[in-house]
């Protein structure tokens, strides 16, 4: 049994850490951008300032607090939200294939905006909620939405307006 286990850790570790597909949609492309250095950073800093001050805690506590939210959602997220981009895919945008043309339309940017959002601040406010017994209300419940979409918006922007030249050099920078 011991020597299987072995053998299997042995044929992941082998396993290429990049993985293909054949099928690209606008969430991969967010998603990505989600996990680089920059974006990380900004939301980390958007959601401890959103802590300090929206929820009136200490900056050790909100910092602390931003951290632990937002590694429980880049662990789960990085599942979640390309899984929502394939739902997308074969629900909503055959109801809107006859309007618009191809994968990377308005609509399904703004879908992909939207699934987003949605999906980083829910894993994220049920990290807070249930691991720190943060209190919540409607207000507060808008406030991190709030500041996810400002996160998500940056990774957004940051595919059109981010450098070109140098993401083969540095893919964990940016994406």
Known sequence: ???????????????????????????????????????????LLIESLMLRFGFGMSWLRSVLLAVTANAFSAALGAFLIPLAGIVWEIF??????????????????????????????SLEVLCLRFAFKTPWSRRRWQLWLGANAVTVALACVGLFFGPKDIQGYYPWLFG
Do not use: K, Q
Not at 22 to 29: G, M, Q
Not at 100 to 114: D, E, H, L
């Open 1 to 43: 049994m011991a020597l299987r286990l072995a053998l299997a850790g042995l044929i992941l570790l082998s396993a290429p850490a990049t993985a293909y597909a054949n099928l690209i949609w606008p969430v991969l492309f967010v998603e990505m951008r989600l996990l680089t250095i920059p974006v990380i950073a900004a939301g």
């Open 92 to 121: 909503p945008s055959l109801l809107i294939r006859p309007f618009v043309r191809g994968t990377f339309n308005p609509i399904t940017w703004a879908g992909t905006f939207a699934l987003a959002v949605a999906i980083t601040a």
